[in-house]
Every structure is written in C-alpha cells, then in structure tokens.
C-alpha cells in the first residue's frame, strides 16, 4: 500500500505541512463567503461542522474530510479540496474513506490504482453505511482508471454501477439526513440517471432548513429550473449563490451561470463566464468539460 495506509518517516514535516495548509484553508473560506450587508439573502453562509465522522478516528481528519467536500460541492475549488482530502488521511491513516476521496480526485492514474487496490484488499467497514459509501467510491474510481486506460466495461455493468449508486446513497442519507454532501450527489445521481424534475422533486422532499442556505443546494436548483426552461427562477437562484459565495475566488457561481446561459444558447455570455471558472481553478473537471461543450456549441 505504499504511503496510503501508513505515515512515513517524515511525518513531523507533514503535521507542519498540515498546519500550514489548514491556515491557508480557512482564510480561502473565509475569503469565499462575503461580509454580510443589509440584503438578508447575503447573510454569509457559517460552512457546516461535520456531524458524522464516516469512520475517522482523530477530530481532524473529519474535519479536513468534511472541509475537502465544502470546497468541491460549494465553492468548486477541486485543488484546495484535494489539499484537504489529502490533509485527512495525514491524521488518521486507516481512514478509508478518506483514501477513497483522494483516489476519486487524484489525477495520477498510479496513485489511483494503487489506492484502488488496497482498498478492495482491506477489510469490510464495521458501520454498514460507511461500508455502501466505500463500494460507490471504488466504483467511481474504477470507472475513471478504465476511461483512462479504455479497459471495456460493459453497458450492464455500467447499469447495475448507477443503481448502486442510487440504492447506496439512497440508504445513507435516509440514516444520516444531514450528511449534506452525500445528499449533494444523491440529487447529482437522480438529475444524471432520471431527468431534471426528479432532482427538483427529490430535493424538495430531503432539504433540511439548513441546506437551503448551502451553496451547492442554491446553485443546484438554479441549473435544473434552467434546464427545465424556467430561466427567470434559475438566474435568481445564480443571482442568490453569487451572493453567498464570493465570485472572485470561488468557481462555483460562473459554472452556474455558464450552464444557464448554456440554455438559453447565449454562448458568449456562457463562454465569459466559464472562462472565469477555469481562470480560478484550471483542475475543475466540470468546468472544464463545459468549456468544451460550449466551444463545440459556438
């Protein structure tokens, strides 16, 4: 298993690597979030304390796990979430889920596979619902590495993967109804599996109160309702996530933004926009692949 499992020698220099990263972290989050004004709709969001700890065994690495999925689901920032994931497993290195969310964003097919392999050589997680999150991740990963290597998976595979998929998280949010960021790709899975009224009624029927003020949930709403062609709802919905998350520094408003504009077929302005979201995070995946679409549709 190399360094994934366990601490090398240097692990003096990485808890101070760790304190460093964290400083950095919380003034980025810090910085996304705006000083409150007398709108009430841009009061700053207060970023969630983790209420689960999904297996971890130290205080901090639950709190950089939870940190690493604030910052890709809210923010869109995917190297800082990378820092974060990373950071996690330096405080608890038989934390396996939080392998499994750095094998998920690692862009290094090696590091990939070898995180891949021995977490299906480790053992079964004693929390069953911990354990459904691990066998979605590893087929996450799996499915990157055979699109990298064009391995053959086969479409029925590909088929029992996204009911898993909805099944296991599915379960897990039912247990755990304030496990946000599960719930965020649970409507991610709906909205990909079924169409955008089914993630629009899915998340109607889970929103805590809480996750209505959540950026990702804002901002959500704002890409169905726009694929849906209510594009008055959706650029209200834009307008109050750019209100929450400060644009200058986070990616997340201009990747909403560009996909609405995308729907209207206003290219240049879906164009400006996605442009801006690459400038502040070249390694945001989706982002990118908007970007592409939206050149092909120019």
């Not at 209420?51 to 800082?80: C, E, K, P």
């Not at 691990?134 to 479409?155: G, V």
Request: glycine share 4%; net charge negative; with cysteine.
């Amino acid at each position: 298993m190399k360094n994934y499992i366990i601490l090398d020698k240097d692990a003096v220099k990485i808890n101070t690597l760790v304190i460093l990263i964290g400083i950095a972290m919380s003034v980025i989050i810090q910085a996304c979030n705006p000083k409150p004004t007398s709108t009430p709709s841009s009061t700053p969001l207060v970023t969630p304390s983790p209420t689960i700890d999904f297996g971890a065994r130290h205080d901090s690495a639950s709190y950089y796990f939870n940190q690493g999925w604030v910052n890709i689901m809210d923010y869109g920032l995917w190297d800082v979430s990378e820092q974060a994931f990373r950071t996690a497993i330096t405080f608890d290195t038989h934390f396996l889920l939080g392998h499994a969310l750095v094998g998920r964003i690692s862009s290094n097919l090696e590091e990939r596979t070898e995180i891949y392999t021995a977490l299906k050589q480790s053992a079964k997680l004693p929390n069953t619902h911990f354990q459904l999150l691990l066998d979605l991740y590893l087929n996450s990963i799996e499915r990157m590495n055979a699109r990298e290597t064009q391995e053959f998976i086969s479409a029925e595979t590909k088929q029992k993967m996204r009911q898993q998929s909805m099944d296991n998280m599915g379960a897990f949010i039912r247990h755990y109804p304030n496990a946000h960021y599960i719930k965020a790709e649970y409507i991610e899975t709906i909205h990909a599996n079924q169409n955008p009224q089914a993630a629009l009624d899915s998340m109607q029927q889970l929103m805590t109160a809480t996750e209505y003020t959540i950026p990702f949930f804002i901002g959500y709403q704002a890409v169905l309702h726009s694929e849906l062609g209510d594009y008055t709802t959706a650029l209200n919905y834009a307008e109050n996530l750019a209100e929450t998350v400060n644009p200058e520094l986070a990616p997340a408003p201009h990747v909403v933004y560009a996909q609405i504009y995308f729907h209207m077929k206003q290219y240049n302005s879906a164009y400006a926009s996605i442009l801006k979201a690459v400038q502040l995070d070249p390694k945001h995946l989706i982002a990118q692949g908007l970007k592409s679409q939206i050149e092909e549709a120019m």
